[in-house]
């Protein structure tokens, strides 16, 4: 079923924002509303075309009259977010998780006509640990539920979205676990991360990184929309990276922070408003998370254009990294050393 | 510059040079040989694999495992241990099939887990097809700062159902010591004896993914460090699940950190088949408890067989 008037949150930001370009250009599509707090900006706006911007807050229960009065029939929840506003937005960033789905879902139960939900969710609900098995798949559970930060309001959201499903049966309910996001357009905490000079990381341990390409998040976001996929989806990206091997990659120099410093040098980063990360992302730096993406290609007929790697290679060639030591340094070096021993011979 | 120049005209030559040995179609090898001497290859190993760590070109599985590094770095240190200090010699390596995946069930001991580390070796330089074994380890492990790191790194994994099924149905070869930390801290005098097998959890592994399962034996490692003794409060002060005591350490420091160099034999069994119980034959707990049984029954008899047969701890 295609859906006739589309409502999607978070459109300020960048996931949103394009989605709603998306369906915006899609003719099938009547109506695309975009609700957020803060208008987009303008180069997005102008991307998102015919589509309409209402400004209002998901917490306030004004969002019922949006989706009563426009006919809203499918609505696509994009505005969890890990990324606080700034170094005190963390209450925020939780009220706008949590109490804007509680709000929205609310909305949604009380209109007849919307038929569909789209949840973007993130895998940390798996949360991060030495105790977990290797990889995810959607039937697992965290081992020990994440005490705060995002990882915590990603699973009550979900919560809410599973009795939200119980209560209407008859809506389909896509949830979206997604990975990292990475991409040269995107803006995340790991993308800012990865373009510092020298890169923190925590001493003596590796996490295994799964990405994302955000071009991939669009497109799945979009098939969800578009198509009746109901159910729980792990996306990511085919393959993993070491956060070390990715460091690498993006010609970064990686400066291990014994265990004990590390909420002091994460403090450091936040005040300089550089990365701010919460606690449970510092676990995910030392464990990392991988997840099973077979039910994503199988039942939900989609496979990621980008794997891990290029993913990430995409983001350092699209944000022009430049590397610390010059390729062609090494290489010549290489060269030298190799030349000089065979004078040797 | 005008070295610059130089350097690109040797290079074709010699990358034809070694891709000619590679493929072995060019019928002057020797003289080829004499040409680029054996430390320059090396070398040119060597430095092609640093170009590739520092650049992160490498690839690693969704498990963590590191090919390249294990191969190169993790590896080799081992070969000295296995080949002059153990001398182990192996047996029955064509008991571990050429693909496809299979469990190795083997007994555990020698209150360091050098026993892993040697099998593990073992197969990569002397099977046939130079397999990687992913080993199932305990938790501690994973949770340890750079030993966890250096465990995925190396291949293995926590020993969980869900890791071990996902590894055999992709094909791998698994080795499981389900005596766990009972069996490789267990005190001298009971050296030998196995003990309890876990909850047959890697049994139910390899019968839901069909799997076959290997029984492997291991004599000599339970020699290395013969513990007398386990400061049990110091071992909860570190966290350790015992502090070992042996009549070297830690009376003479890290001196008594040597190993012992007793003779060793990793002999692999005949497989067990797991394919042949049907479906569901996982949620019969009779038949994993009997399968768990009789994979230990053979590892026990086979170690009392290999002692037999040995005359002396250290000269074999």
């Avoid at chain 1, 569909?116 to 949360?127: D, E, F, H, P, R």
Wanted: charged share 25%; glycine share 8%.
């Amino acid at each position: 079923m295609t859906p006739k008037v589309v409502l999607v949150t978070g459109v300020s930001r960048f996931l949103g924002g394009h989605l709603a370009a998306r369906f915006a250009a899609n003719p099938d599509i009547e109506r695309v509303l975009g609700v957020d707090t803060e208008p987009p900006p303008r180069d997005l706006l102008r991307r998102m075309g015919r589509a309409e911007f209402v400004r209002a807050d998901i917490r306030n229960p004004l969002i019922s009259k949006v989706i009563s009065t426009a006919n809203v029939d499918t609505v696509v929840h994009a505005s969890v977010t890990a990324s606080p506003a700034g170094p005190t937005g963390r209450t925020v960033m939780k009220e706008m998780n949590v109490i804007g789905t509680m709000q929205l879902l609310a909305a949604c139960q009380k209109s007849p006509r919307v038929q569909k939900l789209v949840v973007k969710s993130t895998s940390a609900v798996y949360g991060s640990s030495s105790r977990d098995p290797a990889v995810f798949t959607e039937d697992m559970g965290p081992k020990d539920l994440p005490s705060s930060g995002y990882a915590k309001d990603a699973v009550e959201v979900e919560g809410y979205v599973r009795g939200f499903g119980r209560r209407r049966p008859d809506v389909n309910v896509t949830t979206l676990r997604f990975t990292n996001f990475i991409g040269p357009r995107i803006d995340t905490v790991l993308t800012r991360y990865f373009a510092l000079p020298v890169v923190p990381t925590v001493l003596g341990y590796d996490a295994r990184v799964q990405l994302l390409h955000s071009e991939d998040a669009l497109a799945v976001l979009e098939r969800a929309t578009l198509h009746d996929l109901p159910g729980v989806f792990n996306v990511g990206g085919d393959g993993v990276l070491l956060l070390s091997q990715a460091i690498r990659r993006a010609g970064r120099l990686n400066l291990p922070v014994p265990s004990a410093a590390v909420p002091t040098v994460g403090g450091f980063f936040r005040s300089a408003r550089l990365v701010d990360f919460s606690p449970d992302q510092m676990r995910f730096l030392n464990w990392g998370r991988v997840i099973d993406t077979t039910l994503l290609k199988k039942e939900f007929g989609f496979t990621p254009r980008w794997t891990t790697q290029q993913a990430f290679d995409d983001y350092v060639s699209g944000r022009g990294l430049k590397p610390l030591i010059d390729p062609e340094t090494i290489d010549a070096a290489e060269r030298g050393i190799l030349d000089a021993a065979a004078r040797f011979r | 510059m005008a070295g610059a120049r130089v350097i690109p005209l040797h290079d074709p030559e010699r990358d034809a040079a070694r891709r000619s040995r590679h493929v072995e179609v060019v019928p002057e090898p020797e003289q080829q040989q004499s040409a680029t001497p054996d430390w320059e290859r090396r070398l040119t190993d060597l430095l092609s694999f640093a170009r590739r760590r520092i650049a992160g070109d490498y690839q690693v599985d969704e498990f963590g495992f590191d090919r390249d590094l294990t191969e190169n770095v993790l590896m080799p240190p081992l070969k000295p241990l296995y080949e002059k200090w153990f001398r182990v010699e192996t047996s029955g390596l064509n008991n571990i099939p050429q693909a496809g995946g299979a469990l190795i069930v083997a007994n555990h001991s020698g209150t360091v887990p050098l026993d892993a580390l040697m099998t593990s070796f073992g197969i990569a330089s002397e099977h046939p097809a130079h397999r990687h074994m992913r080993m199932l380890g305990a938790d501690l492990v994973f949770r340890t700062p750079v030993l966890g790191a250096l465990a995925r790194k190396s291949g293995q994994t926590l020993a969980c159902n869900p890791d071990a099924e996902r590894l055999l149905s992709s094909g791998e070869l698994v080795g499981v010591w389900p005596e766990g930390f009972k069996g490789v801290g267990k005190p001298f005098k009971d050296r030998y004896k196995l003990q309890r097998f876990g909850r047959g959890g890697f049994v139910s592994a390899a019968l839901k993914t069909g799997a076959p399962i290997i029984p492997c034996s291991i004599v000599g490692a339970e020699e290395i460090y013969p513990m007398i003794g386990d400061i049990k409060a110091l071992a909860r002060l570190l966290g350790f699940p015992y502090f070992p005591v042996t009549p070297f350490f830690p009376l003479l420091g890290p001196l008594g950190a040597i190993p012992l160099p007793s003779k060793w034999y990793i002999e692999f069994g005949e497989p067990i088949r797991t394919d042949v119980f049907g479906e569901n034959a996982a949620d019969d707990p009779m038949l994993v408890f009997n399968l768990t049984d009789q994979v230990r029954e053979t590892i026990q008899q086979t170690l009392y067989r290999l002692l037999t047969q040995r005359r002396n701890v250290f000269l074999g």
